[in-house]
């Protein structure tokens, strides 16, 4: 009997809490469906902060050059089907519901995890649909990332900030190490990385990484120089995109000639590419994944830039794994007032209320601009934040993004 989709997530998602790292499990996956990552080009996008707008931007820009063009990045905000997209358009129930199914008497032999069998399913649906060129987004990491085992034309690492620090490292030096380890031979390798002693680690880890597979080889370096900001119309909002798109563009010019778009298209697509949930302005509510302090500080300087009609209300929900007071003592700069709570989604990895409390009655934290307060109930705190006139800012984590754009019916 076939897997409704419905059926077909309810089996995937409890494999949500299967953390592991390999490549191995990915590798049988893609061998039991006769390796569809191989039969098209890929470009292979990772770095802590900014990888989900470059990979939007450059497989925008393929798309616009003529090329069928499949994007696989994650997290999702509201459905699981826009992962996989195929020239903007998502992957269907159906066919998701499909390769599940089909995968799934060796994903319980094996026990792969959610994010493994997704991956093998990208590669599926981007064969199955006639994709010609793909741009895959590195899931967590890089060097034991599911993503990893592709063989791509072109590896891209936008900038390296503290975030999974339980997974790839307490300093911002062995997480550059991580991320350089989707470096290949015959790949050039675009940085946007500006500070000189991460750059040194993410040569000298790459150069690793190829030679590994390959003593001969030689790492194809490409910095793009740290002041660069692209100058042209862009859509994507904040001097973070600005330099985002120009990462971009640098790694769309470092292609094989076969794949390079000419200018024209670049500036097409950057002038109308989207990313949902990056500064995301819909009527009177701005939605942003900030996740990390780096996230934060960005989208504080954008809101800063914008200067959105107030009283700004932040209804922000983030996971319990992540620097969340620095993240709010960041935020506070920019909000009138603060509603922490829980998104339903995330509730499995939710912040610690106890102690949540007692950081709010903190009498040594710092003082704070806005009026901060507790609603551990989602849906109250959604009723609190709607009821306040101004502008409603929604952040935090993907998971708070998707889950308030899910109740109020916005994607």
Do not use: C
Not at 387 to 401: M, P
Request: proline share 7%.
């Amino acid at each position: 009997m076939n897997l409704s989709y419905t059926e077909a997530l309810q089996f995937l998602y409890p494999r949500t809490q299967n953390y592991k790292f390999g490549l191995e499990r990915t590798e049988r996956l893609l061998d039991e469906l006769g390796r569809p990552d191989r039969v098209y080009p890929v470009i292979h996008v990772g770095g802590t902060n900014g990888k989900g707008s470059v990979a939007t931007l450059m497989a925008e820009t393929l798309r616009t050059a003529g090329w069928r063009t499949g994007l696989y990045t994650s997290p999702h905000l509201v459905s699981f089907r826009e992962r996989y997209l195929v020239d903007g358009a998502p992957i269907s129930e159906g066919a998701a519901a499909m390769w599940i199914q089909r995968l799934r008497p060796l994903t319980e032999e094996i026990d792969a995890t959610f994010f493994e069998v997704g991956t093998a399913l990208a590669f599926a649906d981007f064969a199955a649909r006639g994709v010609e060129i793909a741009v895959i987004e590195v899931g967590l990491g890089g060097r034991l990332d599911s993503t990893n085992v592709v063989r791509p034309v072109l590896s891209v690492i936008t900038k390296i900030e503290l975030d999974h620090q339980k997974y790839l490292g307490d300093t911002l030096e062995q997480i550059a190490a991580e991320k350089a380890g989707i470096a290949k031979p015959g790949a050039p390798l675009v940085v946007g990385e500006t500070r000189p002693a991460l750059i040194e680690v993410l040569r000298r880890e790459g150069q690793r990484a190829i030679g590994a597979l390959d003593p001969a080889a030689t790492l194809d370096f490409r910095l793009v120089p740290g002041d660069e900001l692209y100058q042209g119309p862009l859509r994507l909002v904040g001097s973070h995109q600005r330099r985002n798109a120009a990462v971009a563009r640098a790694a769309l010019h470092a292609l094989p000639d076969r794949w390079k778009p000419p200018e024209p298209a670049i500036e097409r697509a950057f002038a109308r590419a989207t990313v949902p949930g990056r500064l995301d302005r819909r009527g009177r509510w701005i939605f942003d994944v900030a996740h990390n302090p780096d996230g934060v500080r960005a989208l504080v300087r954008t809101l800063k830039e914008l200067n959105p009609p107030g009283p700004v209300v932040a209804l922000v929900s983030i996971l319990g794994d992540k620097a969340w007071p620095e993240m709010l003592v960041t935020l506070d700069q920019a909000i009138d007032h603060g509603i922490l709570t829980i998104a339903p989604s995330a509730d499995t990895r939710r912040w610690d209320l106890e102690w949540l409390r007692r950081w709010l009655r903190e009498p040594d934290r710092p003082p704070a601009r806005a009026r901060w307060q507790l609603i551990p109930d989602f849906h109250q705190a959604l009723r609190e934040a709607q009821a306040e006139a101004g502008t409603i800012l929604v952040t935090g984590s993907f998971h708070t993004v998707g889950d308030v754009m899910g109740a109020v019916g916005i994607l």
